[in-house]
């Protein structure tokens, strides 16, 4: 590759730090741009394989985006090395193989252009960096991934295991990136994309990494017929600078890589980069997600880590509607308990519901709001539907099903108001793949479908969204994609 050639990456939360470890493992030369400047303390103690003390940094509401549709939506944002994966628990669930294609029992608009067994490769490689803890087998709708550390479901969860079976499900350890059994560290989470993938990289002569540098717009050249650099304010100096780059890879966060794509507008693409069928920003979709717990009639073991049940089979399902359940202990106290098999009646839950992502829910630039640059602001407008609603609640009194049918009753407890969009921060859609530029932003490669040298590699690529937390598939997408662009740029 002529050394004149670099990639600049967008973003050093997982998705931009997969992307550029791939490329630099594959002697692609990168400068990343971070718009954040600094890294948040925390502080995790964590032994004998259980997590004593966490404080992870909040996750901070970037007032900028507007919100239309439902009026209690959020939209949190890490402005800041590692982005996210400051905050976030490290739960990476790989998708199941149908979860790719079940959407075509829809409409063909809902079917990924990559298969699982596209993707197998790339998670592995992920999971074997991340370190992850969790169960070596697979159950139904969900593979197990490469597993560092194993973890088992405690024995007196197996009747439940059993019960579950019995409806086509699985019931597993929470597979989480927790790390080594015994570390102290200064931040929040055991894995963050900025101390554990992109720190390491500074010490390759094919790295860079500007931080302080807020991606503006990507510059369109008409006589090249490709985006040939990125403007960014570099907040050091309060200049406006210009970087060239033979391939940009975004990775801003679904919410922030549709602006970034939008605000990209040129004679070519009036309406923002990657937007001529209109897709871009579309279909944005979020996880429905409710907390609440359960009172057990008899004790069991203290689920430390939490304990995993899958969805339901795909042929007894709507199609694109499907919960899963993480139920488990938030308590310290019973965190160590758990480590001397302690036993306990109560259990908080998790669960997880799917939206069926549709042109109505969508982030798109703001007619009447500016943001800090003078560009416009993102208006985010989302809302469940009551199909979407019903599902989460009616998964309520399923897994009280389960448990009675195991032999203990268990009784709701408190339920925590949090179905409403962006409480789990999983957004994704607004530049999804599909292999009809009608119905996508992206192709299968994460690559814009108007201009192939732009790679879109976070969430705003996924076609649909499994219930299924979404990072692990992020970074297994952004390596595959990575893998790629470095395989034709060494053959351009
Ligand atoms: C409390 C919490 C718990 C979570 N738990 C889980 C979990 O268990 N499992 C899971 O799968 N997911 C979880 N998530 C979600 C997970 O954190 C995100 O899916 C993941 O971080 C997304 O990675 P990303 O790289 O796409 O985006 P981000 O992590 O948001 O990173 C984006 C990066 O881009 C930078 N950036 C943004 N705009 C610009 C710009 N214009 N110019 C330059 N840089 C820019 C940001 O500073 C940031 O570094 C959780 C999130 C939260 C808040």
């Not at 050639?5 to 630099?24: D, F």
């Not at 739960?91 to 829809?106: H, K, N, W």
């Not at 197998?120 to 070596?136: F, L, M, N, Q």
């Not at 560009?375 to 407008?381: G, Q, R, Y």
Request: glycine fraction near 8%.
């Amino acid at each position: 590759m002529n050394d004149d050639r670099q990639v600049v990456v967008i973003g050093s939360g997982p998705a931009g730090a997969a992307a550029a470890r791939e490329l630099v493992a594959l002697g692609i030369r990168v400068t990343m741009l971070e718009s954040g400047t600094s890294l948040p303390e925390g502080l995790l103690l964590r032994l004998g394989r259980r997590n004593f003390f966490r404080r992870a940094p909040q996750a901070g509401e970037e007032g900028r985006h507007l919100v239309s549709g439902d009026p209690r939506t959020v939209c949190y944002v890490k402005l800041a090395p590692g982005g996210l994966s400051n905050c976030w628990t490290g739960a990476v669930l790989r998708f199941a193989p149908e979860d790719f294609t079940e959407g075509g029992r829809l409409h063909e608009r809902y079917v990924w252009p990559v298969t699982y067994s596209d993707l197998a490769p790339h998670y592995e490689k992920v999971e074997r960096y991340i370190g992850v803890s969790g169960d070596t087998h697979d159950v139904p709708q969900l593979p197990a991934g490469f597993v560092t550390y194993e973890e088992h479901l405690p024995d007196d969860w197996k009747d439940v295991a059993e019960a579950a079976g019995k409806h086509g499900q699985g019931l597993t350890t929470y597979p989480l990136a927790d790390g080594p059994p015994n570390m102290l560290v200064r931040r929040g989470t055991a894995f963050n994309s900025y101390t554990e993938v992109v720190r390491p990289l500074l010490a390759s002569p094919h790295f860079q990494l500007k931080t302080g540098a807020h991606a503006l717009q990507l510059q369109w050249s008409p006589a090249k017929g490709r985006v040939d650099a990125v403007i960014y304010h570099d907040r050091a100096t309060g200049a406006t600078e210009r970087i060239e780059a033979s391939a940009v890879i975004v990775a801003c966060g679904p919410l922030g890589s549709a602006k970034l794509l939008h605000n990209s507008t040129s004679s070519d693409f009036p309406h923002g980069l990657g937007n001529s069928n209109g897709v871009l920003g579309c279909y944005l979709h979020d996880h429905p997600r409710e907390w609440w717990s359960f009172e057990m009639e008899r004790p069991r073991q203290i689920l430390s880590p939490s304990a995993y049940l899958t969805r339901l089979p795909y042929d007894s399902s709507p199609p694109l509607l499907a919960t899963s359940w993480t139920f488990g202990t938030a308590s310290t106290a019973d965190r160590i308990r758990s480590r001397f098999g302690g036993k306990a009646t109560s259990v908080g839950v998790q669960m997880i519901g799917t939206m069926i992502p549709t042109a109505e829910c969508f982030a798109k630039p703001s007619a009447r709001q500016k943001d800090e640059f003078g560009l416009p602001a993102l208006e985010v407008h989302i809302h469940y539907s009551d199909a979407e609603v019903q599902n989460v609640v009616d998964a309520r009194q399923h897994l009280m099903n389960v448990l009675e049918e195991a032999g203990s009753r268990a009784t709701i407890g408190d339920i925590v108001p949090t179905l409403f969009p962006g409480t789990i921060a999983h957004y994704g859609g607004t530049a999804r793949m599909h292999s009809n530029p009608r119905y996508g932003v992206t192709d299968a490669w994460n690559r814009v479908h108007d201009a192939p040298n732009v790679l879109v590699c976070d969430a705003s690529s996924f076609t649909t969204a499994a219930e299924k937390n979404p990072t692990l598939t992020v970074m297994a997408l952004a390596t595959r994609a990575a893998a790629r662009l470095a395989h034709d740029l060494a053959r351009a």
